[in-house]
Nanobody, 120 residues
């Protein structure tokens, strides 16, 4: 099993910045893609950014140019630097990670979520 623990959420003013962290523990060696999703009240969970083990990253159009995902494989940690935050970025942010199993399947792990509120 892999445990994911997010931190860094909170209240931030519009235009401000925040950095989220997600630390993986347990059987966290050999993780594949890691990323961030978010879910706003009344909306479906959506992909925000994903970092692939090969070094490439993808972003949702709504955060492209404002958010940056990075990972420290030695620490099994993924980060989300959020700049120029907008009220519409308000959501619970969830970390997730993929790991291949010995049986050829892929497990998908989720953190408990951290609330980010953008408001003046």
């Amino acid at each position: 099993q892999v445990q994911l623990v997010e931190s860094g959420g909170g209240l931030v003013q519009p235009g401000g910045s925040r950095r989220l962290s997600c630390a993986a523990s347990g059987r966290s060696s050999g993780l594949g893609a890691m990323g961030w999703h978010r879910q706003a009240p009344g909306k479906q969970r959506e992909l925000v950014a994903r970092s692939f083990s090969g070094g490439t990253s993808v972003y949702a159009d709504s955060v492209e140019g404002r958010f940056t995902i990075s990972r420290d494989n030695a620490k099994n940690t993924v980060y989300l630097q959020m700049n120029s935050l907008k009220p519409e970025d308000t959501a619970v942010y969830y970390c997730n990670a993929f790991k291949a199993t010995a049986w050829g399947t892929v497990d998908n792990y989720w953190g408990q979520g951290t609330q980010v509120t953008v408001s003046s």
